[in-house]
């Protein structure tokens, strides 16, 4: 069963007419010393700048918000709204700095994504999907979702063919309230090889015209019919019904990783050696002391998390176990953590050879296999306050699409 979870946020490259950008109420004290923009062209170029960095390193989702932190940032006060750049603005310097950085890899990425949505577009066919936002205009940067809007008159009924699937969702219920008015939107957020966001609409609203918040126009849609032949047009070089079937056969590591998580938390431990309780609350205490020191090395994390997934498996020989169940979905640098962590601990003990110790020396990463038996020494405390398993692979899987 996909976990159902509320959440605060909503992530929308384009989001419908419905969907206000709201100023955060802190913002008030900022409006004291208001900073005129208009006919400063470098000022605003240095707006536009900021802006896009912080949607494009995903610091920020909503244009609004990033251009008043940039223009806060920038200009020290408060910017009228009127005096912003405008989203179409950002989004050709988000667009730019993914072509800087990312090079020919994006147009390979940008399909993937497209034949991804193709293939979830079919899933849900009996919902008259709709494609919008960037995977249709090819406006994609690293961490970009792929949109849909899917017309039902029941969440219900959508989930149960993302159960069948195995996919991993939440469903959050978003409050918008406009003149006066307040409305529920539901989304279903999907994680997999690239994060998906369904939008949900009654039947009712098929033929509905939703507005773009970049352009104020009509938003660019796509049904699966429509899609279809503009990706034959675009790609007439692949079979897409071949690239759908192996999409359908590409895992996502992270459903892996969960699948293997998840049974440790039956996998009874030693009191003496782990007073704190099962493998998986193990496992998670250890990442939370290896989130503090290296919040942003995603190898480590990964390792942090995984060390002990062969407990599960065969605990006659863990390490073995885990570095086979895991084989191409981690790193090499990962996988080393993970086979020598054992040995860290007689390093640490002073019970280890020296030959031994020296190979594990002579390694660029020996400081940080040390730190990450610190770590596992230091994960076995009772009681101690953890992420759940989603939120974990949640944080790992955005450091991961921050570092493309």
């Known amino acids: 069963m996909g976990l159902i979870t509320v959440h605060r946020t909503m992530s929308h490259d384009n989001p419908p007419e419905d969907v206000h950008e709201t100023s955060d109420p802190a913002e008030s004290d900022a409006r004291r010393r208001p900073v005129r923009t208009r006919g400063n062209e470098k000022l605003r170029r240095q707006i536009v700048f900021e802006a896009a960095r912080l949607m494009y390193r995903r610091e920020e989702k909503e244009y609004y918000r990033a251009k008043l932190k940039a223009a806060r940032a920038i200009c020290q006060g408060w910017v009228k709204p009127s005096d912003l750049p405008s989203n179409t603005e950002i989004r050709d310097e988000i667009q730019r700095m993914a072509f800087l950085f990312e090079g020919d890899s994006r147009h390979d990425h940008l399909r993937e994504m497209r034949i991804e949505a193709l293939r979830v577009m079919r899933l849900l066919a009996a919902f008259k999907p709709k494609l919008i936002g960037s995977t249709l205009t090819g406006h994609v940067r690293h961490g970009s979702d792929i949109d849909l809007h899917v017309f039902t008159s029941s969440a219900e009924s959508v989930a149960m063919v993302l159960d069948q699937e195995g996919m991993t969702y939440d469903i959050e219920n978003k409050r918008v309230r406009k003149h006066g008015e307040e409305r529920v ?16 609409y009654p039947v009712e609203k098929l033929a509905y015209v939703f507005k773009s918040s970049i352009t104020g126009k009509a938003i660019e849609r796509a049904s699966l019919t429509e899609f279809e032949q503009r990706l034959r047009q675009e790609y007439p070089d692949i079979e897409l019904d071949h690239e759908v ?6 895992v996502d590591p992270f459903q892996v990783f969960r699948s293997l998580l998840l049974p440790l938390e039956g996998v009874g431990q030693s009191k003496k050696h782990h007073p704190e309780g099962d493998v998986l609350y193990h496992s998670l205490q250890v990442f939370e002391l290896a989130r503090d020191e290296l919040p942003y090395d995603e190898e480590f994390l990964l390792a942090a998390l995984l060390h002990d997934i062969g407990k599960g498996l065969d605990p006659e020989d863990h390490v073995a176990a885990a570095l086979e169940a895991l084989g191409e979905f981690i790193t090499p640098r990962t996988a080393w953590f993970i086979e020598h962590h054992m040995e860290a601990h007689l390093v640490a003990d002073g019970t280890i050879g020296f030959r031994a110790r020296q190979r594990l020396r002579e390694s660029p990463d020996y400081d940080e296999l040390m730190l990450l038996q610190k770590c596992d020494r230091g994960g076995r405390v009772r009681g101690m306050q953890v992420l759940e398993v989603d939120e974990a692979l949640d944080f790992l899987r955005e450091l991961a699409r921050m570092n493309g």
């Open 245 to 250: 079937l192996d999409a359908e056969s590409k």
């Open 185 to 200: 939107f539901t989304h279903i957020h999907i994680q997999d090889r690239f994060p998906l966001e369904l939008t949900l």
